[in-house]
């Protein structure tokens, strides 16, 4: 019976995981309004690792990636490193994810900051996240939902990107991936007013959180493409959207 069970699991897992499976998931939610209609503007060759799709533009030796909310997986950012020589600067203040790194012999090129990035500086309160069946996520935290005093919160050092470029002397970023458990929307109200735009934006938009809602990443979207950038690649999921901007096209 058991072994029936892990099968019966296993397959389950399986057909969850197939892209027809996505594809005719996300048709569902966007007919049913759960899920947002993103045209993409423009086609690019592209690549892919750890879930985000990514172009090739001004990727090499010498090029400068920002990596946000990395969790305990980072085989996105060894591929930048390791296949288009780019130097990665990895962000994430979470308990699980400073543990994770410490604990790995990594190159270089790959720039640990225990760090929370944020629309401003200053100090941000954190609690983890819970799923459906009331689980508290090991890896992921979130500054959205209203935390609760108790051992589950933390506080953690939060800098905007501009104080990040200028405490590292970056005049300029190629690619930014914000995935940070629905802080992206003030992290983008805040890079786009940077005079030198990031080359490439990779976001996870949370609007399934109740409190965020389709409106508030449809607004960014808009946003985002008033400055100049355009989108090139939408996930399975359609929470995962790759923009470019337009100068470096």
Known sequence: MRTLSGQVVRLSKKIASHPLYLRIKL???????????????VALETDSAGGWTFSKIHLGHGSIAYSLGIG???????????VYGSTVHAFDPTPASVESIKNQDLTRQFVFHPWAVAGSDGVLRMTQRVNRKGRKSKTMWTAVLEPSDGAEVIEVPCFSLASIMKKLNHKTIDLLKIDVEGSEYEIIESLIVLPNKPGQ???????????????????????????????FAVSLTGREISFIHESRL
């Open 27 to 41: 048709f569902l939610k966007r007919l049913s309004g759960r899920e947002l209609r993103v045209r993409s503007d």
């Open 72 to 82: 305990d997986f980072i085989a996105f950012d060894l591929l930048l490193i390791e």
């Open 201 to 231: 934006l990779l976001i996870e938009f949370h609007h399934r959180f109740p409190n965020i809602g389709l409106e508030k990443t449809a607004e960014a979207i808009r946003k985002l493409r008033a400055v100049g950038y355009e989108v």
